[in-house]
């Protein structure tokens, strides 16, 4: 990248998603690419979470950002674009059929390499992989309703109001369903004790006092 | 504050929308009914999973352009400014080539054409009709045939009017074998 381009990139990055927009609006091509490169890769983790298929994944983001496109004369920049873009993203993952034949990867194969990257002896990453694959199936057991919230807040660090926007209920409502969604997954997770998960009623707390010993098994060691 | 309200609030609280009020009810219930105390301790749990389970994944880039979405929008490409003005000045170039062409061509044709003639209204513009024996495909045949055979045929043959032109006996002698054998 030229000096020239770093500097324009560096300036249309510096500008906000409303600013944006409205430049967009003017068809600067420039600026609805900042945009795109800003929000590429949440779109693409949140449509690989939902899909487990990478380049299904890939066609959301592009999905998402045509369709962007062909709405931006009637965007409300005024609030957030995440939520949008998202609920956008949302709604193709969940249209989206998987192809004939398709053998669909699972979530693990698709972030193998990221795993393998860390350094972390073989056990514990063996433990890790673990832990990763029991926790997956247990959010694939969720209904759509609740496995998006999982994924908004816990992948993409959404707050509950910003899901509130993005599936366009009220936030009480996202609400109930984090907490119906948690109740599930520790249900599930329950039949794991290998995995630091005991099962439910298994050993009643001490009132007064929060035992933190499972979490720290989920955790390890302090890193 | 009952337990299963209790409980909603925990996923809140860890979901850090808790203001300090809730979190205040919410250790005070736990401190006093084991029950909540565990599900606190069994939803801190599941929410460490769930984040480490999907650690990895927040690392996942996807290396796309926008041009994916021009491509699938059928959006032309940003042209640059520099390449725009040569594109410009080319599409002039050949404007200015074809006017150049065009006026060379009409301003050539005016000064070649041959100026039209003065006609007298007394002469038939068709001059040539009169004069001009208009035969058919079986004249030419016939004088290919009087030009093969002229050498072996009689006088009386060429003479016959089926087979020679039709002035041929007004123009010239009656032709002997020898001379017509001359002819080849």
Same mark, same amino acid.
Request: charge should be positive.
């Given at each position: ?25 003017? $068809? ?33 983001? @592009? ?25 956008? +993203? *949302? ?11 398709? *053998?669909?990867?699972? /979530? ?40 998006? *919230? ?5 992948? #993409? ?9 993005? =599936? ?46 499972? @979490? ?8 | ?46 929410? =460490? ?5 999907? +650690? &990895?994944?927040? $690392?996942?880039? @996807? ?15 940003? =042209?640059?400014? &520099? ?40 002469? &038939? ?5 009169? #004069? ?25 043959? /060429?003479?016959? &009017?089926? =087979? ?21």
């Amino acid at each position: 990248m030229t000096g020239r381009a770093a500097k324009k990139a560096a300036e249309i990055d510096a500008r906000t998603d409303r600013e944006l927009v409205y430049a967009a609006r003017e $068809h600067d091509m420039l600026a609805f690419d900042a945009l795109f490169y800003r929000y590429k890769d949440g779109i693409f983790r949140l449509g690989l979470a939902i899909t487990k298929d990478p380049s299904a994944a890939e066609e959301i983001v @592009v999905d998402t950002f045509a369709r962007a496109h062909r709405a931006l004369a009637r965007l409300e920049p005024e609030g957030s674009l995440r939520p949008w873009l998202y609920r956008v +993203a *949302v709604n193709l993952s969940y249209n989206r059929r998987p192809r004939k034949g398709l *053998v669909i990867s699972t /979530l693990e194969d698709a972030t193998e390499e990221i795993v393998q990257g860390e350094e972390r002896s073989p056990s514990r990453l063996a433990e890790l992989a673990e832990l990763r694959r029991v926790v997956l199936a247990a959010i694939d057991t969720l209904g759509p309703k609740h496995k998006v *919230v999982v994924v908004l807040h816990y992948l #993409n660090g959404l707050n509950l109001a910003e899901i509130a926007q993005v =599936v366009d209920c009220p936030i009480g409502t996202v609400k109930s369903r984090l907490h119906y969604a948690l109740r599930r997954l520790r249900a599930h997770l329950a039949a794991h004790p290998e995995l630091g998960f005991e099962p439910l009623g298994a050993s009643m707390a001490t009132p007064g006092r929060i035992p933190l010993t499972a @979490v720290e098994r989920v955790r390890g060691p302090q890193e | 504050m009952a337990c299963r309200q209790t409980q909603e609030r925990i996923a809140v609280l860890l979901a850090g929308a808790a203001d300090r009020r809730e979190r205040l009810e919410i250790e005070s219930h736990t401190s006093a009914c084991a029950r909540c105390a565990t599900a606190y301790r069994d939803y801190i749990a599941t929410s =460490v999973a769930l984040d480490r389970a999907y +650690a &990895p994944l927040r $690392h996942a880039t @996807v290396a796309l352009s926008p041009a994916r979405v021009r491509l699938a929008m059928r959006v032309p490409e940003p =042209v640059p400014a &520099p390449v725009r003005f040569s594109r410009v000045v080319a599409r002039v170039n050949e404007f200015a080539l074809a006017a150049a062409v065009t006026a060379f061509a009409f301003v050539g044709a005016g000064s070649v054409a041959p100026k039209p003639a003065i006609t007298d209204e007394a002469v &038939p513009t068709d001059v040539l009709t009169p #004069n001009m024996h208009v035969g058919t495909m079986g004249d030419d045949q016939s004088f290919i045939r009087w030009f093969r055979i002229g050498r072996y045929a009689t006088p009386s043959d /060429l003479l016959d &009017p089926a =087979v020679s032109p039709r002035s041929l006996a007004d123009e010239t002698p009656p032709a002997t074998p020898e001379r017509a054998g001359l002819l080849r």
